[in-house]
Every structure is written in C-alpha cells, then in structure tokens.
C-alpha cells in the first residue's frame, strides 16, 4: 500500500484527515459512481513529512511516479506526449477549506511540444493555446509568485491590440503570441524558462501547494478560525476535463438548495465555453441551470440526478463543481455547502420533514452564532446605483443590529428627545456609568474610543442595545455638539446611522428591517407569523421556533438571565428565561439615590448613617418587590453590592476642581469640603482589588444588612400578597469561607427579625459568587457555608490571568492575538485549560460538602456557544446570561446535549 498517495477510488468522504476536505469527497462521488475524472491525492501525512524535514520524502517521488503511470494506463495517454498528451490539475485541499491557500493549477503537463498535440487531439487550435496560456499564467502566479497584474496587462494589452474586450475573441495566432510573451514575463520575473518538462511542472506545483499551507495569510487565517497550524493540507491531481472545448462545452457552480434563503430546487451558474474560475470571476454573464437545460438537456439530466444523489447522501445541501466536455458531465468538487443563518434553519427543518435528517441532526446544524444574526435588525441591502449612504468612518462593531437616529452629545439630551418620542443616537468619546440613562433612552451608542471590552461595548451588549465603538476618525465636540468625520460636519439632531454588525457609520437616514425572529422570541410565534411580510419569512419563523422548542426539550443546563429590573425580568421570562442569576443591586445607589449614598458615607455617626439606611430601606425594598413580582414561581438571585463605594461618589478631579473654583470666589461649600475629603480617603489605586464586594460589606455592615431587610421585607410583602417569590442571597468577591459565614449569620439573623415581625416564614438560600482564584480551591470549605455557588467568570478570568479586563482591550491583547498568545479573548470564550480547570475544581470540591449545591454561571460566559458546552459538560445546573441572549443560550444548551 501506498503510504502518501490514495488513489480517488480508496478513500471516502470521513478521511478528511488524511484526503483534506476536497480530496475526501472526490473519492466519495468516485466510490457512488459519479463521473470523476481520474486522479490521485497527496495526503497530509506527506505535507507533514515535508514540513517536518523541508524536503520531498523519496517515497513521495516514487508513489508519484507510480500514480501518474496508472493514470496514463487507465486513460491511453501520456504527460507530455507529442500526439496524445494528458494533462492533470493540481488542487490543494487542506481539512477546513481556507482562502489564503495556494490555488489550483490547470493544465499542467502542457509545453511547447504538447499543446501541438492537444491542438491535434481535439482539432481546436484555439483551445491549445489558451490552455497553454493559462497554465503559464496560473503557474507563474502562484508556483512562481509572480505579480498577477503582469499577465492580466499583457492580456489586455493582446484585446486592445485586437480591438476586442472577451478573452474569447482572441484567435489561435493572438493566444500563441501571448504564450510568448507570458514566458517572457516569467524570465523576467523568476530569472528562469518556464519549465517545459511535465514531472517538472508537477512536482514545482506539489512543492508550491505544500509551502503555501506556512505563508503569513494562511496562519492568519487559521489563528483566527482556530485550526491547528500542524495539519498540513493535501493535494489533488486531476486529470483535466475540458469546459473551453467550443460551444457544447462549459463549466459551472450548482447548489442543491438556495444557500441564501434556503429554498428548496436547485440553483447554480454556467458559463459556455470556460474553464476552471471564469464563473465566478464574472468575466461574462453566466446562463441559469434552467438555462443549460435548454442548450444541452441530456447533461443536465445527468448534473440533476447527480445532485439529488449527492443531497440525499450527504443528507444535507451540497454545492458542487462540475463541467461539461463536450456534451458528457464531470464533477470536480462537492461538499456541505455553507449557507447564511436564515437557510441555515430553513433547510435543517426541511430535511426533518423530507425525512432525511431527525430533530437532533437538526438541532446541530445551527449554531448559537447563526440564531443571533437573527436577532438583530440590519440595514437594507444598498442598490448598486445608491449614492445617497455617505459612509462617516467604519469601527469596531462592539454590540449589533442597526440603528438610525439624531445624533446627541450628552446623556441628559438623549433622555429628554427619546422621552419626547425621538429616536436618538448617543455619540460620546467615551462612556462611564453617569451615561447610562443616555444609553437606555437610545436606539444606539457611538464611541470614538476604546474597545470590544470598553465601558460602552459590555453595557449595550448586555442591553442588546447596537453600538459601535472605537470610531477614532471622529472628531467629537461635546462643547459646540458636533462631530467632524472626512470631511462632514454633524449637528446634534442630525441623523445617522450605525450598523453594530459591520461597524458603519452613516450620514443619514438608512433603511433598516426589523427582526421578524426577534419579534417572535419576544411576542410568540402568533405575532410574529401575523407580522410576516411573506412566506419565507413565516417559513424563517417556522423553523426557528420548531429547533429551539426541540433545544427547550433537549437541553439537561437550565437557562437563567441577568437582569436588576422589573422590566427587565419580564423581558427576560418572554424570551424563555427560567430564572434570575444575578440581579446587580449596584443600579439601586445611582440617580437620585446618589445623594443618601453621599450621606451613608459622609455621615458623622452610627445614628446618621442609620437614617440614610432608614431612607433607603423602602425604596430597594420596592425595587425587590417588583422585581420578584415579575420572577413569581422562579428563583431569582439577588447580588449584594459589589463594586468600591467611592463609585457612587463624585469624581476626585471634578470634585477638587469645583472646591478650589469655590474657594477662590470665596464661596466654601461646607458640605463639599468634607466629601471631597470622604473621596480622597477612599481613593484606591487599584479599586478592582480593593474594598468591594464582601469587603465592603463587612467594613460598613450597615450596607448589607440594609439590602438584605429590604428583600427579606420585599419576600414577605410578596407572600402577603399571595405570591410565590423565590428569592436567594449571594455575596459577591468571597475569598475565605470566614467572609461568608460572617455574612450569612448577619442575613440569618436578619431573617429571623422579619420572619417575627411579619409573622411569616422566611428561610431564603445564602449563597456565593466563585470569582478568586481562592474561593475556587477552596471550595470545600466555602460550601458549609454556601447553599449555591455562581461562577463569576468575568472577574474569575480577570483574576487568573492578572489581567484588568478594562484596561486589556486596548493595551495588548491586539498583538497577542496577532503573536498568536492569545487565539480569542478569554473575556469572551472560556478560557479552560486555566479558568476553566479552576471552575473545575470548585465544582468538584463543592459537591464533595454539600451534594446538593446548586451551580450556576453569571459572568458574559453564560451567554457564549463555545462556553455553554464547557458549562455542560462540567456539570452546572444552569447559565445565566443577559435577557437578549437567553434564545441562544437555549439552543447551545440543547446541542450540547446530543
Ligand atoms: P477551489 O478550491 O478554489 O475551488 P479547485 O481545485 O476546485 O479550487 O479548482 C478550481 C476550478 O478549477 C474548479 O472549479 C474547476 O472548474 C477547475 N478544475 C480543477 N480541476 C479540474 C480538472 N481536472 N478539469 C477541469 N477543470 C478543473
Ligand atoms: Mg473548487
Ligand atoms: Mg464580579
């Protein structure tokens, strides 16, 4: 047996490994019996040999050697014979299919001697000649690296000569004197003949295909997709088939369903009289496969039934490559065709009910990924001729949808128009907690700084708010209220348009369509199916809705949402939340509360400070009571505060500005005095690691005992009111289980008072976050005290790595994802190998106290596909993300399931 060639008749669609993805499947079409043209694989193991010494293994020149004699045997023809010659292409086909790999070679085998006997052989002159023109061409571009341009100039140069603008009005004489001057630009450019020796071509092409899989753009490529560098790629020799033999020849593209909307029939693109790439480099109008049917009927007989083979072999759409020779059909290529995210979920419920595939095949072949695009509202496709779009700059898209609306420059206008029914978009350099009203009342959020990671990017995305950030190009004047982008001014209440998809800013009004699959996630498949504007839309919504009830049905992790208010809990529960996971108190201290946060901490005494508790006591138990109002019948997870107090405060540097402008005018604000004295004594160099979270709680324990009466108090009211609220308490940064136990005898303590003075029962879960490095590998003893453990993977992962997850966007993780440190953020997708081991652990150890702890997740984590199948295979019970992709939580919990 051969060690590194497989003959097109020995392999099989499930050998990607060894044939590469083209290779696999050629085999597969040769093993049904499907007209293949004759050929042979190099596999990977031979790329690998050759990458491992940088030298062609001998056995590889032998096994070549012997697979091209057995070519010439099965076809009567020779390589660079004089009267009959073959000719072979060389592919490349690595496992993954990757632009930035060498292309493909056609032709090979031609020289000056053999294209006389092609010439002969198919008593086309012409047709000789352009082969031979093209393989110099394509040989020289990608064997030789060689600037395209030179030969695609000398090309035109032949037309104009001619006065003709289709390659196919070059005549045999004209196609023999650019073959001239092709070989003169080869000597030219690589200082060498072009090889006239077959072998010679074909081992250059063979070396070419190798190296291309190491150049600078296909790592780029594979660091991104995350395909391992060490596969290595296979190639392909073909024999040749011929669509440039005159008017009954041609080749062409076909799909076994539409892969842009999903419609059932077939669907494709011909073109008479071409080879290779001419379809799809739009040289000249192609012919529908309707078309072809009415020029040769026979071989679209054939090209139909090959499809509906390969359809029902693969079970799913194929697109497919094929020519025809003079009348005969011949499939060059075949595979799992991609498709965009609407057809992805039309055709996946197609197949189940053509009985092809069942429920769970269909659960996975749609992602989380494609259900999201789902989501979101997009602008219109532009017309060609449309020059009404001017675009202002292109960014960073940090949360998506599309959004159009009056450009506004500060938070308070933002509220004001969109409260006087304006759809307005926020345009900041930046954005800090103080723009949060803004960014609510706004259909979208703009920033000419920071990252995927900024202030403004996590926010909207946990909103599912559109927002493009990082638009650098912006000149944005809060002062007079404008922005100055190529050479355009925008007033405040101008309007534009952001697409959080792509990262476009637009100058005006943009056309957008709504999300009929959001509707439906959010009002049910009733409004939704009435609200359709046709058919494939309602077949769109159909089908989504028949996956995710079959994910629902599936899926062992339950799905939790992140949401701090009433509102958003409703939201949350249409779109299949089944619980609350962390409810962020820290909201509850901002806006008008602000003023009792300055007085908590301004306070002279015990007796002052309990007043502005006493003050803030009703107001969060109201926020409570509505809250598990909204959650009745679901768990819902209460945070005590987590981040530093000096958060709720004024800004050190404004704060010390306004004191001295006072004191100046002699005008001393007593009260301003002593605040600003309040701020400087908390400042912390380093506040994510500073007094926050059970720390503070335990140094003002005023705090924390506040937050839990008023949900104990907001428990009862509920229970009074005849509901079933299910609030738990989780404590927030627990480093040593001695924190805890602190916090959870003030809580128990605090509920016996309640449960007396309401005369009611009140027992509610105490519980932590799991976001040290310490709480995870101590665990154990953390669970005595803990009735629930949250992973909180954003602080968890911030802490592991020692990276500010606010800082890292910008300063490097740019060069460690280029330097290949880094292949995704592991603020986005777990990192587990190192986060991922330590939730691990806790998971373990925790169960190993107490069997019955329930485990969930609550950083950004819990809403990423890649994430929720660690989750699930780890063992927690649930995910908790935010409202907006609570869908999508759903669907992946479900296909990590099968
Ligand atoms: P890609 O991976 O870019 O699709 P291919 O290896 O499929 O590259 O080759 C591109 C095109 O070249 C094919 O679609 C086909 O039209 C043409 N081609 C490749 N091999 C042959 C062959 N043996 N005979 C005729 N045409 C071929
Ligand atoms: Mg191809
Ligand atoms: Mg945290």
Redesign the pocket.
Known sequence: MARYVKDFSEGDKDQKDLLGG?GANLAEMTRLGLPV?P?FTITTEACRAYMRSGEVPAELRVEVTMAVRHLEDQLGRRLGDFHDPL???V???AKF?MPG?M??V?NVGLNDASVQGLAELSGDERFAWDSYRRLIQMFGRTVLDIDADRFADALDKAKAARGVTADVDLDATDLRALVDTYKQIVREESGREFPQHPREQLDMAIVAVFDSWGTERARLYRRKERIPDDLGTAV?V??????NLGPTSG?G?AFTRDPASGRTGDYGDYLVNA?????VAGIRNTLSLADLEQVDPAAHAELRQAMRRLETHYRDLCDI???IERGKL?M??TRVGKRTAPAAFRIACQLVDEHLITMDEALSRVTGAQLSQLQFPQFAPAADDDESRVLLTRAMPASPGAAVGMAVFDPATAEQWAAEGKDVILVRRETNPDDLGGMIAAVGVLTARGGKTSHAAVVARGMGRTCVVGAEELVIDATSRTMKARGHTVHEGDIIAIDGTSGEVVLGDVPVMPSPVQRYLEDGLDVALAEAPDDETRDLVRAVDRILRHADATRRLHVHANADTAEDAVRARSLGAEGIGLCRTEHMFLGERRVLVERVVLAADDAEQQKAFDALLPLQRQDFTELLEAMDGLPTTIRLIDPPLHEFLPDLTDLSVRVALAAERGKVDEDDVTLLAAVRRMHEANPMLGLRGVRLGLVVPGLFDLQIRAVCEAVAARLAAGGDPHAEIMVPLVGSVQELRLVRDRAQAIMADVAAEQGVAIDLPVGCMIELPRAALTADRIAAQAQFFSFGTNDLTQTTWGFSRDDVEGAFFAQYTANGVLSVSPFETIDVRGVGQLVQIAVEKGRQTRPDLTLGVCGEHGGDPESIRFFDAVGLDYVSCSPFRVPIARLEAGRAAI
């Open positions: 083209k043209p050929g000719l072979v292409s592919r490349s086909g299919s790999m292309e493909t056609l392909n073909c024999s040749m088939v011929f669509g080749t593209v080879q290779g790439e001419d379809v490559e094929f020519t011949w060059l290529q």
